[in-house]
């Protein structure tokens, strides 16, 4: 059995990594320029500040870029075929490349808005994005209209 390939356990993906499994998707934010990035890393890639903080995303992002892979490029996608790769970008501000899924019932398509979905396999979670976004539940209010 081959498991999905994974990146370096540095500190960052680690505490990222544990926020997906908590089904929170946060991203890191430069203290000193105020940019925004992901995927995880000690430094801002714009400025080089390693003064940061994590802020928590919406969900919500839109389609910059996809592709559907027809081809298997490592053994753990094999029996996934097709499935599609995207570059999405949050509402934030950072870019991440994800998978969009629900793309047999809705097409994907440049700066189609979608959400963020979390998926969990045995040995961790991952984010993934669908169309149409839904805004997360509200909490119960004390007061219900009419
Ligand atoms: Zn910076």
Known sequence: MTGRPVGEPT????????ALADERL????????????????????RCLADQWSWEQASGRATV?????????????????LPYTVAVVELQEGPRLISNL?????????????????FVHESEQSLVV??????????????????
């Open 64 to 80: 910059v870029s996809w592709v559907v892979y027809h081809t298997a490029y490592h053994p753990f996608f094999a029996d996934k």
């Open 26 to 45: 946060i991203f890191q934010r430069c203290s000193v320029c105020a940019n925004a990035w992901l995927p995880p890393r000690d430094e801002c890639p």
């Open 129 to 146: 994005f669908r169309h149409p976004y839904r805004t997360p539940a509200a909490p119960p209010t004390a007061t219900a209209p009419g």
């Open 101 to 117: 899924v629900g793309t047999a019932d809705v097409a994907p398509g440049i700066d189609q808005v979608v959400g963020a979905e």
């Open 11 to 18: 500190a960052v993906a680690e505490a990222y990594r544990r």
